[in-house]
Each structure stands twice: as C-alpha cells, then as structure tokens.
C-alpha cells in the first residue's frame, strides 16, 4: 500500500510538473496533456511490477508514450494495428528536439494546437516513469521525487517570458514532496494523517504569499542567453500608397469586423521616410495568441474579422492589441501590427485589443520621447538639404506659434492643417516633400493621405517624433445604414470609403498619442475644425490641452521635464497582502526548517566519512530522540553511562542493552581508548534505531508532533 501510494504522489508531482508550463502553453492545452502523461506511465509501472525486469519496463513505457502521441498529436494511422508508423516516430523525437528552440525565439504562450507541446508529455512522462519505478524497487524517501524537479527547471526556463506564473506551481510542487517523504518515513498511519493538514496548509500559505515575495516579481529570463532571430520583414505596397485607390472606390468591401467598439482599426504603422514616399520598418515573429507591447490603462475590447477584398498582408485592428486568434498571424513587437502569411480571401481571426486612455494632465507636462529615428527629416538625392525642409519648419513654427508645451504645439498643428486645406478624395495622390510642399502652399487640397504626411513632416520639423497610422473607422453596423455603425456588438462592415490615416506623436513616459490632421468631408478648410473620424477621446484630449492657461509656460528641457508616474503594477501596492506576507513568509520559512533541517542533520551524521564521527552521530542522535520522551539530558554534566542509565529508569530494561552499547562505542570514539571501525559505525546506527522504536512506543503522535516543531529541534 506504502508503495501504491507513493506511485500515486509521484503522478501528482509530474502532472504539477507540466502543468508550470502554464506561461508556455495555454492552460486547457496542457491539462489532457499532463494529465495522460502523467497517468499512464505509472500504471504500467505498477502493472509490470514483478512482470518485467526494470530494462524491459523501461521500452514498454516509453512505446507507450509513441503510441499516444502517435495518435493524437500528430493524427498517424497505426502501424501493424497498435504501433506509431515510421513517420509518428520520427515527427515525435525531432518534436522534442526542436521543440526548446522554437519556444524559445517565440512569442509566448505558444499556440494551442503547437506540436511543441510534446516536449512536454515527453518530459512528464519520462519523470513519472523514472519517480515510479524508484519508488517501486528502492527504499529512498525523497529519490523518487527528484525526477519531476528537471521538468519544473525546464518549465521555470522556457516560462519566464509567458503570461503566466510558476510560483504557485513551485509551492504546489514543494507541499507533494515533502507529502511523498511523509508517506514513505511514516511509521503509522496516524503520522500521516496528521502531517497531509499541515503541508496542506504550508502549501496554502506559500501559494498565497509567493507571489508578493521580491524574488516573484522579475525573475531572470534566460531568453537573453539566447541569440534570437531577426524579425522577419514582410514586403508589400505601403498602405499610404492604397488611400487614394481605395477612396475613389468606397464602396469596395475590404472586411467584416464583429465588434461594441467605436474605436478606429489600425492596418499598418509606418516609421520610415525617404523623401518620397512612408514605408514601415516593421519585423515580425510568431505568436501563438499573446501581443506584447506598452503596459498602461484602457479598455479591453474584442473584434472578429472576416476578410474580403482587403490587399496586402497587414490585418486591421483596434488600437494595441494583446491577444490573438488565427491560423497563420505573425505579429511586430515594437508597434503591435499584425500581418497574415496565409490565404487572404475568408480568413477569419480575432483579436483582443486594449483602448488606451490619455488623461490630459499628463499630456500637458509630456516632453518629446528621445527618438531619432522618429525624428529624421532626409537629405535628396545629391545629399543636399531639399529646400522644402526649411519651409516645412517656417509653416510649422507659424502653425504651433503660441504654443506653450509640446503636447499644444500637436494639438496646434492638426488644428491648423483642418483648417488650412479641404479634404478632397478627389485629389491626386502622393506624400513626397514635393508633393506635400503643393499640399500647403498651392492647391491647398488633399485626400486624408496628404493630411496624415504632412502632419508628420511638420511635426518632425519642429522636434516633434512622429509616425502615420493608416486604418480605418470602424464600418457600418448592419442595418444602420450609416457610418457611425452601432453599438450592440453586431457585424459591421469596412469598405473602401472608410479609409482613414492619421499621425502619432511619441511623448517619454506615455508612449504614441494620436492626432487626427483630417478635417471632416462636409465641414472643412475655414468653414470649420472638425477632424474625420477622430475618436470622442481624441477630441476631448485637443479641447483640455488647448484650454491650458494662458499663462505662459516654459518649454521643458532635459533638466526641468517631469517625470510621469507609472501606473501601478497589479498586486504590487504596500497594501494589506504585503504585511500579511510578512508574518506568513516568516511562518512558512520556520515550518520548512523544522521540517526539513532534522532529517538533513540526521543524514549528514549517518553519512560522516570517518567511522568515529558516524558513531558520535548516532550518539547525539540518541540523545535528541531522548528528550522527545522527556528525558533532560544535559549531556554536558552526565557521562554517557550515566545517561543510558536515566533512560533506561524511564523507557524500561528492553532499552538497557542498546543505550549500554551506544554509550560504550561513544566513549570510545570520543576518548579514543580504542579504535573504532565501519562496523561499529554501523552497529551504533542500529542500535540508535532500535531507541527511537521505544521512543515512538513509549510517547504519542501529538508530543513528538509538537517536539518537532519546536525551536529545539533547530539545535538537537
């Protein structure tokens, strides 16, 4: 029964194992995966125990574990009725010998139906096989647990970059160990069942406090040991290059996007200019679901596309997204721009996006982000300055003249462009410094193409980081028969009409804040200020930054510019949890000391290279388990016949010979009247065995329970 139960405990601790794989993997992902390889293995351990020798166990198992990947992972018809085809085979060994690679120049969590995942039934399998096996044919309290620690090392490595957390897996991990040695060292029943509350509740108190230990927040990530792979750029036509042919057919039906939201779809983010025309210098890597980018506050929406007649290979959505769905999505870091490397026609994906919020008292003491690459303006061809450069920056100190912060200088600069020019979809297209310098100073009429670009070369002209989002407002909700679509949630559709660019402006602490230049279709050029399709936000931000006091302010610089406070972390306030985790982490280090230096003690003394030391183990050994019967030893004041002697009064004459014995070789040990061998060593180990017999006789579960957690047994 010892036996089955340990096998049990072992299953328990490699499924833990895998399951910290959590920031790896999704969690449903890993629970059937666990689970099975878990299980399975330590059945037929169990089964095959006394059957077959330890060498043939070993293939039986492990052909096992090619049967069940075989057939569900990798979908392979059997070979001669049960076993893997070739193929299985080869496709689950190089799954396992690639697998650490991929996941570790991946976004994480990998994707749900990622092969890489048999690394982790292989390695949960492998552990539980081992752990079961040696608790089956060996006698080791702790040996049999020491096979899943490589898999939680592996999980804790590969899991770093993850969303998810190994600590309450580690606790979990640490309370089944300590579980395994109490079943195996038990004596009694009753010691076991006294001692599963109290892990029960060490493991409780260690999954709730772990998380708000120091060591919790920012563990190392081993990925920066690793040389990563470039982002792979994806080549296309510049989405800017589309808006014109995309007005003049607005009818054209790009997407579908199911969606409550009314905020505005970003296709693509483009960073680089040439003189001629924006392109982005976006790369990309595979995610299999999570976006990482800017942490900060907002509102998580969700939107399901269904793609049309959409060209390219960017894929629209809502501000920055954090999560998301499809087959073939690869995603760029730096500015959370998605691309699809599959067919484009009816592909269909979802995405999880959070909806940023400025509060207009940050924005108003931001300072410009230090960004040069942002802030380039390029030379011509012959690598002179064009001279278009010179009246950009006239044209952009007119327009912001006034301004009393960077932030109002924006806001100045896209009020101004709304009411300088009218938006005409009729008018020609390009963004060159030619074509801008026409834009401004001649025709004065532009599509939103030329607004976008030329808002941005201004705004670099004056100092000012800056990048053009091309995407689209959010579509017509079915059955409204309007561009504003509806709130309920229900499908709305993108067509070509709804193109939409505009510029953001990187400010330090904040990151990119949007500015719509486009003035409205109906109500543009002097007839009034109001953007297309900005957002309700957009426009409550330029009415607070521009109503600042009239006060004049001065221009922060390097030594006056304020610092933004960062948004909290989740959990990480000096609230209520962190002194409770004060006392609970200072209860949870004693209970693991008491519990775990003895035993170590005890090993050490037992395990002493020379055959004197091992004796004089067994003797303080001896003495310790005698004061847990309530014998006082002062061991400093009475010989060690005396002591035997005292103990004897108390535990009866069947202690006489072993304590006689033990006294005797320990004053030979410590006195050196005579030599001392292994087999003495080994006869003083026995012999202190069959005293702590008597002692476990002679006193009850409770009283050695609450000596072993007493402070005294730090020291015995």
Same mark, same amino acid.
């Given at each position: ?13 490699? $499924? ?23 299980? %399975? ?24 574990? /090619? ?15 049960? /076993? ?10 190089? &799954? ?67 969303? &998810?957390?190994? %600590? ?11 579980? *395994? ?17 109290? *892990? ?33 750029? @994806?080549?296309?036509?510049?989405? *800017? ?61 969700? !939107? ?13 959505? $809502? ?6 769905? &499809? ?27 959070? @909806? ?31 001279? !278009?450069?010179?009246?950009?920056? #006239? @044209? ?17 600069? #896209? ?46 002209? @004056? ?107 989740? &959990? ?23 519990? %775990?230096?003895?035993? *170590? ?74 030599? %001392? ?16 017999? /008597? ?22």
């Amino acid at each position: 029964m010892r036996g089955l139960v340990s096998v049990g405990v072992v299953a328990l601790l490699a $499924a833990t194992a895998g399951l910290a794989f959590d920031g790896v993997f999704p969690l449903a992902a890993l629970l059937p995966v666990a689970g099975v390889a878990a299980g %399975v293995p330590c059945v037929l351990s169990v089964l095959l125990y006394g059957r077959l020798p330890l060498w043939g166990t070993i293939p039986v198992s492990m052909l096992g574990w /090619l049967v069940a990947v075989s057939a569900t992972l990798f979908r392979s018809e059997a070979w001669l009725g049960f /076993l893997p085809s070739p193929a299985a085979v080869r496709a689950a060994l190089l &799954g396992v010998r690639d697998a650490g690679g991929r996941l570790l120049t991946t976004i994480l969590p990998a994707a749900p139906d990622s092969t890489a995942v048999v690394l982790v039934g292989f390695l949960v399998w492998a552990a539980a096989l081992a752990g079961a096996e040696i608790a089956l044919r060996s006698r080791a309290v702790m040996l049999p647990a020491l096979a899943a620690l490589p898999v939680l090392a592996v999980a804790v490595v590969l899991g770093v970059a993850g969303a &998810g957390s190994v %600590v309450p897996y580690a606790a979990v991990f640490a309370g089944l160990t300590l579980l *395994l040695g109490l079943v195996r060292a038990a004596r009694s029943a009753g010691t076991v069942a006294v001692g599963v509350p109290l *892990l029960a509740c060490l493991v409780l108190a260690a999954v709730v406090t772990a998380p708000a230990l120091p060591m919790a927040d920012r563990p190392y990530d081993v990925r920066r040991l690793v040389e990563q792979p470039p982002p792979r750029p @994806i080549n296309g036509v510049s989405a *800017l290059d589309q808006v014109s042919a995309w007005l003049q057919n607005p009818q054209r039906e790009l997407f579908t996007v199911g969606t409550a939201s009314e905020a505005n779809l970003r296709l693509a983010v483009l960073d680089t200019f040439d003189g001629v025309t924006w392109t982005s210098g976006a790369g990309f890597v595979p995610t299999g679901g999570r976006v990482p980018g800017q942490e900060g506050g907002g509102d998580p929406v969700t !939107q399901r596309f269904t793609l049309q007649k959409l060209p390219g290979p960017w894929l629209p959505a $809502a501000d920055r997204p954090l999560l998301v769905k &499809g087959a073939g999505i690869v995603v760029d870091p730096a500015t959370g721009m998605l691309a699809g490397t599959q067919a484009r026609e009816g592909m269909t994906y979802e995405v999880t996006s959070r @909806i940023r919020r400025y509060p207009a008292e940050e924005l108003r003491a931001a300072v410009p982000a230090a960004d040069p690459a942002a802030l380039r303006l390029p030379d011509g061809p012959d690598g002179r300055t064009p001279p !278009q450069r010179a009246r950009l920056l #006239a @044209i952009a100190r007119r327009a912001t003249a006034g301004a009393q912060s960077p932030t109002q200088r924006a806001a100045r600069l #896209a009020a101004y462009l709304r009411k300088h020019a009218v938006n005409d979809v009729n008018s020609p297209p390009g963004h060159g410094y030619r074509s801008i310098e026409f834009f401004l100073t001649e025709s004065r009429r532009g599509t939103t193409e030329q607004f976008a670009a030329s808002f941005a070369l201004l705004a670099r002209a @004056i100092g000012l980081p800056s990048r053009i989002v091309v995407g689209f407002r959010p579509g017509t909700g079915s059955g409204s028969g309007s561009g504003s679509g509806s709130g309920s949630g229900g499908v709305r559709q993108v067509r070509g009409g709804d193109v939409l660019a505009w510029a953001e402006v990187e400010f330090e602490g904040i990151g990119w804040v949007p500015f719509y230049p486009t003035p409205s279709r109906t109500r543009s050029g002097g007839s009034g200020d109001v953007a297309e399709g900005a957002p309700k936000q957009a426009r409550e931000i330029e009415q607070a930054i521009n109503s600042d006091s009239a006060e004049p302010k001065p221009t922060p610089t390097a030594a006056n510019r304020a610092t933004p406070t960062p948004a909290p972390r989740p &959990g990480g306030s000096a609230g209520p949890l962190v002194w409770a985790a004060v006392p609970a982490t200072a209860l949870l280090v004693y209970l693991l000391a008491v519990l %775990v230096v003895p035993p *170590l003690r005890r090993m050490r003394r037992r395990r002493a290279a020379a055959p004197a030391a091992r004796v004089v183990g067994a003797w303080r050994q001896t003495v310790a388990r005698l004061r847990v019967a309530g014998i006082p030893v002062p061991s400093d004041a009475l010989t060690a016949g005396e002591v035997a002697s005292l103990a004897e009064s108390v535990l009866g004459p069947s202690a006489r010979e072993p304590l006689t014995t033990l006294a005797d070789l320990a004053n030979l040990a410590t006195f050196g009247g005579a030599p %001392v061998d292994q087999a003495d060593a080994g006869l003083a180990w026995r012999h202190f065995g069959g005293v702590d017999a /008597l002692v476990r006789q002679k006193v009850g579960l409770a009283r050695r329970l609450a000596h072993r957690l007493s402070p005294r047994s730090l020291v015995g």
